[in-house]
């Protein structure tokens, strides 16, 4: 059965007790009307589900743009500002290893060179003097100008 001295869980005036208390018995109306659905940001749903409601019960008492909790607002909301809150979850680090390297073996230099030719005369392009611009370089290394 419904007990209606006390907020439904889930109304706008629970949401605002709530919040208030846990920004530690003061919000702006502002901040209190984002938290809520839309058809309750009017002024009027505003000031008839949340500040009405929460006058009626004695639970806040109403500044110029504030709501501030009184003790028996603080005490309702003890009692359920804990559900509202996500549960924090303790970050445990975790140590990284060490990085390990792959030992490379030496570069083998033999097994990159060309194979033998498998037929004579396919390395005979090898010999032919290459040609940059107008200077000649032959394979022994001699540049001809």
Known sequence: MANPSVPRAGSPAHIAICYAVRMGGTARFSE???LLKPEHQSVFAFRQYVIQ???D???VTVGD???KATTAG????GKHVGNLLPQSQKYVGQIVPARSVVS???LDVNRLRHTRPIRPGADDHLQIPSLMGNT???PSGEVIG
């Open 57 to 59: 019960l004695a639970y």
């Open 74 to 77: 603080k005490e309702y909301a």
């Open 32 to 34: 209190i009307v984002q």
């Open 136 to 138: 000649r370089k032959l």
């Open 65 to 67: 743009d504030f709501l």
């Open 104 to 106: 490379t073996a030496a």
């Open 53 to 55: 409601a929460l006058l």
